[in-house]
């Protein structure tokens, strides 16, 4: 029998490069390149954990990239900087990684995002 998938929403997304993320307008697709915090939790629970990801369009990346190796891990590219579709797109992530637990979904959402407790030892 298959385990019930927790719910996963993010709770905030925030950026140390833009402040205002929903109304920011690049002037150019050489300008996406930038990080993003995103507090993820269990839907209807006030606890979250910090996830990052790096968000770069192919320009930026050849703009910030330092030669050979543009990308490593955990970078979404995306064609255009459009507020409303990278959301949609995290909250799509979000969702397609619940699984039976939060242990369980976080391990799946640290596919994409790198979370703040990896490599953690108590």
């Not at 910030?64 to 995290?90: E, N, P, Y």
Request: include cysteine.
């Amino acid at each position: 029998m298959k385990k019930r998938a927790v719910p996963l929403e993010i709770k905030d997304i925030a950026s140390s490069n833009i402040d205002a993320l929903p109304l920011w307008r690049p002037d150019s697709r050489e300008q996406v390149f930038l990080g993003l915090d995103l507090e993820i939790g269990l839907r209807g629970e006030r606890a979250s954990n910090m996830f990052h990801v790096r968000v770069a369009t192919p320009e930026a990346l050849r703009r910030h990239g330092s030669g050979f190796c543009m990308v490593k891990h955990r970078t979404l590219v995306i064609s255009d900087f459009d507020w409303k579709q990278l959301t949609a797109l995290l909250d799509d992530i979000v969702r397609d990684c619940a699984r039976g637990s939060w242990e369980e979904s976080c391990a799946v959402l640290q596919r994409y995002f790198n979370w703040e407790y990896e490599d953690y030892s108590a």
